[in-house]
């Protein structure tokens, strides 16, 4: 079945440094999301990218849709520590009605 | 405007005990879903719904069974609860079943099996 993995799983800044994490598929995707979750919370939708070397941005995050449309990533300029939280990526594939989950990053940022 | 709501936020089970987490939305969401989520494994669909009357199994469907009479429900029963269950079980529903609609999750339930 189709697999998503995520890296790396944890990782820990300091306040003002960049953070990145990198979305990895099995099989290629029809389109990708993006959600945070807020430790105790639930996932929140972000964003998606549909076309192949798609690049958005929202504020200090900027997403990417690989070239092959099997890989993402997620970059956080200048971290705050409103930035906390798990960051999961998440893919169909096809027509597919299910929608797989990465393993997830969780981001720790202190001052 | 409540979007998607679970109850319970908590439950204890015995081994072998039954029980249903209930999930309701009120956007009118053609989708429904539930997902369970460990500890470094990120989420992992059990079951989703296309629409009324109609459901499939996701990757861990094992142990679970679902129902959708309505377009507003979906609840998830246990069966025969087992430690392996324990878990935080999220409902989420979207606009769309045909892919690209956002997921709107609910606020989760912390289920320990004992």
Sequence with gaps: GQQVMQIPQYQHVQEGEDFTTYCNSSTTLSNIQWYKQRPGGHPVFLIQLVKSGEVKKQKRLTFQFGEAKKNSSLHITATQTTDVGTYFCAGYTGTASKLTFGTGTRLQVTL | ?114
Excluded at chain 2, 35 to 45: A, I
Excluded at chain 2, 89 to 95: D, K, N, V
Excluded at chain 2, 98 to 105: A, D, E, I, N, T
Aim: with cysteine; hydrophobic share 30%; charged share 15%.
């Design chain 2, 1 to 114: 405007n409540a979007g998607v709501t679970q109850t319970p936020k908590f439950q204890v089970l015995k081994t072998g005990q039954s029980m249903t987490l209930q999930c309701a939305q009120d956007m009118n969401h053609e989708y429904m879903s539930w997902y369970r989520q460990d500890p470094g494994m990120g989420l992992r669909l059990i079951h989703y719904s296309v629409g009324a009357g109609i459901t499939d199994q996701g990757e861990v469907p094992n142990g679970y069974n679902v129902s959708r009479s309505t377009t507003e429900d979906f609840p998830l029963r246990l069966l025969s609860a087992a430690p392996s269950q324990t878990s935080v079980y999220f409902c989420a529903s979207s606009y769309s079943y045909r892919g690209g609609s956002p997921l709107h999750f609910g606020n989760g339930t912390r289920l320990t099996v004992t």
